[in-house]
């Protein structure tokens, strides 16, 4: 059972305008989330991540939302740009030690 | 500047062949971690290790041993390459403790004919 759910696989969006990739998780042991981008060819590489502690974190165009009630977390992207055009995987962490926990992914693409 | 080296960026092997994937980190963390990324799966997590000669089972462990002989140095053992093992390898590490973030080498692209 997938305890981090990215259930769009894939999201289209037009340059300048807002990106929302949402991400899911069921285990209440998670105290820790990160955003991950990834393109083709590369590793991974950290976005931005977000304390239990925390509602909201921002870095520049990037913002991450936690709603641990909802056992949801967001990650908005404003102005999106042809470059952010990758897989963005969520990730959480804190069931055991530093073990992360990934989501399959959400392909971004920004039309310019 | 953080690093982490893979052997390979592109393997082919034959069904039944032992295959060895190295990775290098150069950052002195204690943690290093194995996973594979397939389409609409995701990362998912095949063997972690926390120190020198640790290892622990992550979600898909079967086909698969690691090795971990020194700090920067974490490989994956393919005992007997299948098809069903064709995918992308991907090594990360992290520092002990508690920062989650963990920094991915570039992957293995691993075909098994």
């Known amino acids: 059972d997938q305890q981090v759910k990215q259930n769009s696989p894939s999201l289209s969006v037009q340059e300048g305008r807002i990106s929302i990739l949402n991400c899911d998780y069921t285990?209440?042991?998670?105290?820790?989330f990160l955003w991950y981008k990834k393109y083709p060819a590369e590793g991974p590489t950290f976005l931005i991540s977000?304390?239990?502690?925390?509602d909201k974190n921002e870095d520049g165009r990037f913002t991450v939302f936690l709603n641990k009630s909802a056992k949801h977390l967001s990650l908005h992207i404003v102005p999106s740009q042809p470059g952010d055009s990758a897989v963005y995987f969520c990730?959480?962490?804190?069931?055991?030690?530093?073990?992360?926990?990934f989501g399959a992914g959400t392909i971004l693409r920004v039309k310019s | 500047d953080v690093k982490v080296t893979q052997s390979s960026r592109y393997l082919v092997k034959r069904t039944g062949e032992k295959v060895f994937l190295e990775c290098v980190q150069d950052m002195d963390h204690e943690n290093m971690f194995w996973y594979r990324q397939d389409p609409g799966l995701g990362l998912r997590l095949i063997y972690f290790s926390y120190d020198v000669k640790m290892k622990e089972k992550g979600d898909i462990p079967e086909g698969y041993s690691v090795s971990r002989e020194k700090k920067e140095r974490f490989s994956l053992i393919l005992e007997s390459a299948s098809t069903n093992q064709t995918s992308m390898y991907l090594c990360?590490?992290?520092?002990?403790?508690?920062?989650?973030?963990?920094?991915f080498g570039p992957g293995t692209r691993l075909t098994v004919t």
């Open positions: 990360a590490s992290s520092i002990f403790g508690e920062s989650y973030e963990q920094y």
């Open positions: 990730a959480a962490g804190g069931e055991y030690g530093n073990k992360l926990v």
């Open positions: 977000i304390s239990s502690i925390k």
């Open positions: 285990n209440s042991m998670f105290d820790y």
